[in-house]
């Protein structure tokens, strides 16, 4: 279970405030998987971060017992200095996995190559792309965090994606963002709509969509 007590989250810019969490309560349960759903610049992508735990509210408290994924190939965190190599070592002593199996699961998934040695400053953005995708399906999590699916690779390497996720969500929740409605529909039975710092929630996911599509008219 994920809970949200009370959660108020803003952004400060020298013309306004942006609030994208105006004291919000609420429960995403376990054994079921979510689609989160808001017109451009409602805040999605950082209320995934927020309950991700990449970034912190303003007020409020968020959480978690079961173990909670970074936003699924989010590469923000790996330090750009540092070679690919050393930035999976660094993750996998954080979440307090088995190093040299994370390596090498990465290592193959990746196929990278010596680019692994290499800082990940000179990566393309779809090598850090590879990188951040493989390393979070070397860990497991019991509910995965998802913004905006795309696809890495040509089309082998992104159909090894699609199975590997296939197999994570067997036994996995999501917390999906996307502006693909079939991808949602897909992924999630339940939803939730955020609109002007308030996040309204749905049993039936069909039901959020059908509020979504209101409110982008």
């Given at each position: 279970m994920i809970q949200l007590d009370s959660v108020f989250k803003f952004y400060k810019t020298p013309q306004h405030m942006k609030v994208v969490l105006d004291n919000v309560s609420a429960v995403f349960e376990t054994g079921w998987s979510y689609g989160l759903l808001g017109v451009n610049g409602a805040g999605k992508s950082t209320t995934l971060r927020?309950?991700?735990?990449?970034?912190?509210?303003?007020?409020?408290?968020?959480?978690?017992?079961?173990?909670?994924?970074?936003p699924l190939g989010f590469g923000g965190s790996f330090h750009p200095q540092v070679s690919g190599r050393d930035n999976l070592k660094f993750v996998a002593r954080i979440y307090g996995e088995d190093v040299?199996?994370?390596?090498?699961?990465?290592?193959?998934?990746?196929?990278?190559?010596?680019?692994?040695?290499?800082?990940?400053?000179t990566y393309s953005s779809g090598m850090i792309a590879r990188l951040a995708f493989g390393l979070s399906m070397a860990i497991e999590f019991d509910c995965y965090l998802v913004d905006e699916i795309t696809g890495v690779g040509d089309m082998r390497f992104q159909r090894r994606c699609e199975d590997a996720f296939a197999a994570r969500r067997e036994k996995a929740d999501l917390i999906v963002v996307s502006?693909?409605?079939?991808?949602?529909?897909?992924?999630?039975?339940?939803?939730?709509?955020?609109?002007?710092?308030h996040l309204m929630q749905f049993d039936n996911v069909d039901k959020a969509i059908e509020v979504y599509n209101r409110l982008n008219r």
């Open positions: 927020l309950i991700a735990g990449t970034e912190l509210p303003n007020a409020g408290h968020i959480r978690r017992n079961v173990r909670v994924s970074w040299r199996r994370v390596v090498r699961f990465v290592e193959d998934f990746s196929e990278l190559g010596d680019y692994l040695d290499a800082p990940v400053l502006h693909s409605m079939a991808t949602i529909k897909s992924y999630c039975r339940r939803g939730a709509v955020l609109v002007d710092g």
